[in-house]
C-alpha cells in the first residue's frame, strides 16, 4: 500500500521560505512513479504545482511558481521536496503530495486537479502572512 506523509508546512511572512517534505512508502525510488504536489485555497480547485519521475528524476514545474518553487528528491530516504522561496499571501494553501506508477513528469499528470493520482497525502498548511 502506497502512503505519502508531508510536513514542513507553518506560518511564514511574505518573503519568506518553507521546505515541504513527502515521505513515501510502498514503493522505491527506483519504480515508476510519479509524486506531484498540489495545493488547494479555500473556495479554489485544487491546483497542480509540480512533479517528479522519482527513477529518473525528471521534473516539471508549473509557470505559476516556477521562479519560486523547486521540486527534489533523496532516494535514500525516499523523500521528495517541495522548496517554496519568495513566498507570497496568495500561496496560502493545504499543500499536498500525491503519487502513481506509469506516470510522467509533464503538464498533462497535473491536469484536471490530478485526477491521475490516486494516492494522497493529508496535507500540510501553508500560511504566508505578516
Known amino acids: 500500500e502506497v502512503q505519502l506523509v508531508e510536513s514542513g508546512g507553518g506560518l511564514v511572512q511574505p518573503g519568506g521560505s518553507l521546505r515541504l517534505s513527502c515521505a513515501a512508502s510502498g514503493f522505491t525510488f527506483d519504480d515508476d512513479y510519479a509524486i506531484g504536489w498540489f495545493r488547494q485555497a479555500p473556495g479554489k480547485e485544487r491546483e497542480g504545482i509540480s512533479c517528479i519521475s522519482v527513477s529518473d528524476g525528471k521534473t516539471y514545474v508549473a509557470d505559476s511558481v516556477k521562479d519560486r518553487f523547486t521540486i527534489s528528491s533523496d532516494h535514500s530516504k525516499n523523500t521528495v521536496f517541495l522548496e517554496m522561496n519568495k513566498l507570497k499571501p496568495e500561496d496560502t494553501a493545504v499543500y499536498y503530495c500525491?503519487?502513481?506508477?506509469?506516470?510522467?513528469?509533464?503538464?498533462?499528470?497535473?491536469?484536471?486537479?490530478?485526477?491521475?493520482?490516486?494516492?494522497w497525502g493529508q496535507g500540510t498548511q501553508v500560511t504566508v502572512s505578516s
Open positions: 500525491a503519487a502513481e506508477s506509469g506516470l510522467l513528469a509533464t503538464p498533462a499528470a497535473l491536469g484536471v486537479m490530478g485526477v491521475l493520482f490516486h494516492s
